[in-house]
């Protein structure tokens, strides 16, 4: 039997649980980039879709077979509306995964990581249409402060910056990524099953990705010869054990927690966890897959622009004064649900 937390100690918990899931999804850049350096001499005239989607397929097809094992008890309970939610959120990340890895090849990474932050923007306009009333002041200061943040964390060039096929691509992949979050947030799926929906998630973003692997393939051998090392196999179970399971497993139970617009500004933590583990992991990297990978530097951007993000989400959390005293005037509401995810109990309602 699990314990009841109160709604500020289940909320204080989703916040950690978010941060921490940023941190799973900052570590994958500096190994998707590492492993992206392996395969290059493994397959040196190998398409970088192919050694992209390659990797997109392996690494959500390995996380649904390994869920698939550890949820197969219960996966005859699956429901209807689980398929319906696990199938949204795999289209939705899946298309947005491959918009982003090809928008990437053709912009500069900094633009890259600025443009795909846009949904921080979008998530709150969407709302403001949706309730046809324009987002509160907190709202819009908060969105501001994390896109002067992200853009000084980026060291984007204002002068350079242009809206070709990758900087389009990007946004657009952006305005994916704001369909996952914001289907995610449905209150119809709150009863859902985290582990069973999370599975049909995996399923479909490898199969919205396998197309595009075997189009861009040269020989059938090159899908094993893509894995033919133990530092590229190191680097997959990192993806998958790490950034999927921890990334995407904790989204889906604890996002649950926080209105899209602010589960949208949190996910911005995201670029600074990367920025941060570019300053050591590639050079453990490089010597363990002998790549050439160097560290990056500890600059002014990092600190100034992972301080506007902070602040922005320390901010945005901080109970108003109204909501304060609205909330301890309402009784506290209990629910009780059997559906347990790997990550802890899924029993307990959204707090409001």
Not at 9 to 38: D, E, H, Y
Not at 281 to 300: G, I, M, R, V
Request: net charge positive; with cysteine.
């Amino acid at each position: 039997m699990f314990p009841r937390m109160s709604p500020d100690t289940k909320r204080f918990k989703a916040i950690q649980m978010l941060v921490l899931a940023n941190a799973f999804w900052g570590l994958s850049f500096p190994t998707t980039k590492a492993l992206a350096m392996t395969q290059q001499s493994l397959l040196p005239a190998a398409n970088s879709w192919f050694i992209a989607s390659l990797c997109v397929v392996y690494r959500f097809a390995a996380a649904a077979l390994i869920l698939s094992v550890l949820s197969a008890r219960g996966l005859r309970q699956t429901t209807r509306l689980e398929v319906e939610q696990g199938l949204g959120l795999g289209l939705f990340a899946g298309v947005g995964i491959l918009l982003q890895v090809d928008g990437m090849a053709y912009t500069a990474a900094s633009t890259s990581a600025f443009l795909t932050q846009c949904y921080c923007l979008l998530i709150p306009l969407w709302v403001a249409w949706r309730q046809r009333r324009p987002p509160p002041a907190r709202v819009i200061v908060s969105c501001a402060m994390v896109v002067a943040g992200v853009a000084v964390l980026a060291k984007v060039d204002w002068r350079h910056l242009r809206l070709g096929r990758g900087e389009l691509e990007t946004v657009a992949a952006s305005v994916i990524f704001t369909g996952q979050i914001l289907w995610l947030e449905r209150p119809r799926y709150a009863v859902n099953n985290v582990n069973r929906f999370s599975l049909v998630m995996f399923a479909v973003m490898a199969l919205v990705c396998l197309p595009v692997a075997m189009v861009t393939t040269r020989e059938a051998g090159d899908w094993v010869r893509a894995y033919h090392s133990a530092s590229t196999i190191g680097f997959l179970g990192i993806l998958v054990f790490f950034c999927t399971f921890g990334g995407y497993l904790l989204m889906n139970r604890w996002q649950r927690h926080f209105s899209a617009t602010q589960a949208g500004l949190i996910y911005c933590i995201e670029p600074v966890f990367a920025s941060l583990f570019a300053l050591f992991l590639p050079a453990w990297f490089s010597a363990w897959a002998t790549a050439p990978y160097a560290n990056e530097k500890l600059t002014a951007n990092l600190l100034v622009g992972g301080g506007l993000i902070t602040t922005a989400n320390v901010w945005i959390q901080l109970p108003s004064s109204r909501v304060s005293r609205s909330a301890a005037a309402l009784p506290v509401q209990t629910s009780v649900r059997e559906d347990r995810g790997i990550l802890g109990p899924i029993d307990d309602a959204p707090s409001s």
